[in-house]
């Protein structure tokens, strides 16, 4: 796992010293090693954190004539396959890196080979022969690229922070991508939250010319997947021998691996798995919270854990300590996302990083196999929901903000893109295919939004912030094919969601386990936002330059008062702490990385 970034220029040549800011803004992400390819108008940068082939794998990886090379984050599961296939066709490898199967398979039959290839990555590579660049990202988007076009350049890199590091100014915030966030949690598509920084999109590889056009190529789409007509017996015999292949290439690593252990179904398959085709004794991390009110997962984390024999680690978190991490989070998600997990999730991947490099973890189970109660609402609730909103069915249609405080917080610039801050969800509903049924619909534009731009934004940078490598199996694009094929009555049922997954599972934990009702991930931001964290709000936001640029300052104090009265602001109240930190961060250039531990209303005014 690495950090990648690069430079093609329409004039060159590139000079090293241009790569530099962002191989130190993305030292994090590659701890291990350093590395750059330059050839005329064309750099690329690379940091390493090494994982398969400690000592040889270093990149860029460049080809025998050293007219291409390739820059790369991420693991390619079948390399082991792919290069004895390559080997045999008169391939000659220089190193053992998983990923100079990407370099070589392009070699022999350019592009197309991504088709071959099983894993997540995202990577650069250019073609002195035809002098062109190639951009791509894996099917699911489990590893981030972005990337911005100027007048004399195409610049790219693994995070945003990178990319400003090779502007020459910083770009504007965009209205519409702002909107999402505070609207959806996310914003999502090609467009980010800096106006000409894009995303490439999951599946997709684009290719820049000399002249810097650039062309699309989408590889792979979920939207292609057939309903599948198995029986269910076959379906679980066909699940038995598929997820089985997909967790041992996995775990193909020169490094010891862990587990995040929630408790719930997922992570739980995950640990049944890795003790079965493990003889190592595996380390598992879990996280709860000291002094708010509720139950959290650790007592049946612990549970599992000892049934299993792991080494477990508890980390039991009080507010000081999760608030504590609100500026480091935000810096290292770049992206601007608001997920609470992403606190807790900071704090299993520093304990998880002393000892570690990689660590398995169950995102994608409940959008593969239709999990989330969303999915199978009841058919009054999706009858009234389709009529109000029939452009996606009645799916992701509220609002993480109310009608009221959107109303009375958002200025003008910001109310006027709200109005279509629904667009991903509509364009992803209309990209289904007619004789799909409502339920894998809905899938599916949770697949091509909230996954990659939201869950997988939180599952890669709140972990590459420590130099920890996160393998998620549920999202082997194969098991997200099946998945999302399956008929809808094997899937979910009244009340139930996960059918599939959890009577397969049942050959290997126990059934309480499986059927005990879902609960989702919880972080108890509502309980700890009262008190002097309140007041400090009250008297710091309305002073903060991105809020005063985008908001209604004034209505500030009475959505304090409605937090102190009842409790009833939370999500109004983050989303504007985290983008007025954010905006310190990012757009007024605020100082290096936050350490863990700081006051996050230290970092609302410079």
């Known amino acids: 796992m690495c950090g990648i970034a690069g430079i093609v220029k329409r004039h060159g040549p590139v000079a090293p010293h241009e790569l530099e800011p962002a191989a130190t803004a993305l030292q994090h992400r590659g701890p291990d090693d350093r590395g750059e390819y330059i050839k005329g108008a064309v750099g690329l940068l690379h940091t390493r954190l090494s994982i398969i082939d400690l000592s040889g794998g270093h990149q860029p990886l460049v080809s025998a004539d050293s007219a291409c090379a390739l820059s790369a984050n991420g693991e390619v599961y079948n390399y082991l396959e792919l290069r004895e296939a390559l080997t045999a066709s008169g391939s000659n490898f220089a190193t053992h890196s998983d990923c100079e199967v990407l370099l070589q398979g392009y070699l022999r039959d350019g592009i197309k080979h991504l088709e071959m290839v099983r894993g997540m990555f995202a990577f650069a590579l250019h073609d002195g022969h035809r002098r062109q660049t190639w951009l791509a990202r894996d099917r699911l988007g489990i590893k981030p690229l972005y990337y911005a076009v100027t007048s004399d350049r195409v610049v790219f890199a693994s995070e945003i922070k990178a990319i400003l590091t090779l502007l020459d100014r910083r770009p504007a915030v965009n209205p519409s991508a702002l909107a999402q966030f505070l609207d959806h949690q996310f914003s999502s598509g090609r467009e980010t939250i800096f106006k000409g920084i894009h995303r490439v999109l999951p599946g997709e590889a684009i290719c820049i010319n000399e002249d810097l056009a650039l062309m699309h190529h989408r590889y792979w789409d979920a939207n292609r997947v057939e309903p599948s007509t198995a029986t269910p017996q076959a379906a679980t015999t066909d699940f038995e021998s598929l997820f089985h292949q997909v967790m041992v290439e996995h775990m193909r690593a020169d490094v010891p691996f862990g587990l995040f252990l929630s408790g719930g179904v997922d992570s739980a398959v995950l640990l049944a798995m890795l003790q079965l085709h493990s003889p190592q004794r595996l380390q598992t991390f879990s996280v709860g919270y000291r002094d708010a009110a509720g139950e959290d997962e650790l007592s049946q984390a612990t549970a599992l854990a000892r049934r299993f024999g792991t080494d477990h680690h508890e980390l039991r978190l009080t507010r000081d300590e999760l608030f504590g991490r609100i500026p480091h989070v935000i810096w290292a998600t770049d992206d601007l996302m608001r997920d609470y997990a992403c606190l807790p999730t900071a704090a299993l991947s520093q304990a998880a990083a002393g000892s570690l490099k990689v660590v398995f973890s169950g995102e994608g189970g409940d959008e593969v196999f239709a999990g989330y109660g969303r999915y199978h609402p009841s058919r009054a609730e999706a009858a009234l929901k389709a009529l109000l909103y029939p452009s996606t069915g009645g799916f992701r249609s509220s609002y993480q903000w109310s009608g009221s405080w959107r109303k009375r917080l958002y200025g003008p610039d910001l109310a006027a893109a709200a109005r279509h801050s629904r667009e991903p969800f509509v364009e992803a509903w209309r990209e289904c295919p007619s004789n799909w049924s409502t339920v894998a619909k809905r899938q599916y534009v949770d697949l091509k ?158």
């Open 449 to 606: 939004t909230a996954l990659p731009d939201n869950l997988l934004v939180k599952a890669d940078r709140t972990m590459m912030a420590f130099g920890l490598e996160g393998r998620v199996p549920f999202l082997d694009h194969r098991v997200v094919e099946f998945g999302l094929g399956l008929p809808d009555a094997f899937k979910v049922e009244p009340g139930q969601g996960k059918v599939f997954l959890k009577r397969w599972a049942e050959a290997h934990l126990p059934k309480e386990v499986l059927w005990r009702p879902k609960r989702g991930f919880h972080v108890p931001i509502g309980q700890w936002m009262r008190g002097d964290i309140l007041d400090q709000l009250e008297a710091a936001l309305p002073a903060n330059r991105g809020i005063q640029q985008w908001f209604v300052p004034g209505a500030i104090p009475d959505l304090v008062h409605a937090q102190r009265r009842n409790g009833s602001a939370t999500r109004e109240l983050f989303s504007l702490l985290q983008f007025a930190v954010w905006h310190q961060l990012f757009v007024e250039g605020a100082a290096p990385p936050p350490a863990q531990g700081q006051n996050p209303i230290e970092w609302l005014q410079a």
